[in-house]
């Protein structure tokens, strides 16, 4: 079940009051392997909606040493928990399946919202955090295009001080990605306090000084998804063919530098100014076509997509990608770790330098 697919709206909220649900301490059992010493404990997180996203965030938040409380109105809530623990058994102890929404916030000091990417629903769900969350909780929204002053459109400007976006990328437990988009009447301190938090659990975040549909990383994907979907439609290239010209040149640049640094990296010695001066004319001149984004107009490349990957991307692929990541990720945290890299004899830029 996708986080679109959650149905928030008509569940019980009954008034948030009494002691928290057992294992909902500010402290995670002794031992727990991410509690690490010398660093603060994280306190009590409600997890709103156990899509894909919340159910990854409720696995970083426990990993994390947190007591996360999940509330969905889904069914099958307990069993997808158990699953969490079974992938990552330090989790085990710290996810608390709440039976109502306000049992979820009692006491927290956090709640991620993840549930369905619709406004009114979001504004009608962030009243009733208002409502029944403390008053000094965080109130943030995994939205990946919704702003918070949408979403805080209901609340009184105390509430609205406290409510904010913070988009991850899928897998939160993975991607280290979150950006921090605060609404017209976020606080300043609320942005402090989030970056904190997030920081704590690993993740590097981003704070955007605007608000902008689909922040950043959505609107970087939908741009190159919008030239990808256009060559395949124009017959230039197929979709598996665009995914290997990506997986084997920006991608794999990417991962080490974004495409600003990497650009200011490949104009030499005059850095970014000298590749717009050299490559930027050439690149004015590439036309521009605009796709057809209709369902009509992607039904061809939809089924190109089809057939290459199969209806639906297999759980190994899935695997696959995840464990490709991470690599990634453990390379990074080993060169950022470790000494300065000495130049070796094939060090071009090195030899440029002396």
Known sequence: MSDSDLDLTNVDVPAAGGAPPSGGSDQPPAGNQAARAGQPRLGPVAVVGAGTIGLSWARLFASCGAPVRIFDPRPDLAEVCAGIADEAPECEDLLIVAKCLGEAVDGVRLVQESGPEDS??????????????????????SSSAITASTIAARMTDADAARVLVAHPF?????????????????????????????????????????????FVGNRLQNAV???AAGLVQRGVVSPADVDAVVRNSLGLRWAAVGPFEGMHMGGG???????????GPSFAAIDIHEPDMSPDGMAPVVEQVEEAYGPHASAEAIRRRDAIQAGVLRAREELDAGPPRRSGPGDQTAARKK
């Open 120 to 141: 009114a629903v979001k504004i009608q769900l962030f009243a009733d955090l208002a409502e029944y969350a403390p008053d000094e909780a965080l109130l943030v929204s």
């Open 170 to 214: 899928n897998p939160p437990h993975v991607m280290p990605l979150v950006e921090i988009v605060p609404g017209e009447r976020t606080a300043p301190e609320s942005v402090e306090r989030a970056l904190a938090i997030y920081r704590r659990c690993g993740k590097e975040p981003v704070v955007l000084q605007a608000e902008a549909a689909g």
């Open 225 to 227: 998804l919008r030239e």
């Open 269 to 279: 010695e005059q850095g970014f100014r000298g590749f717009m001066e050299h490559i």
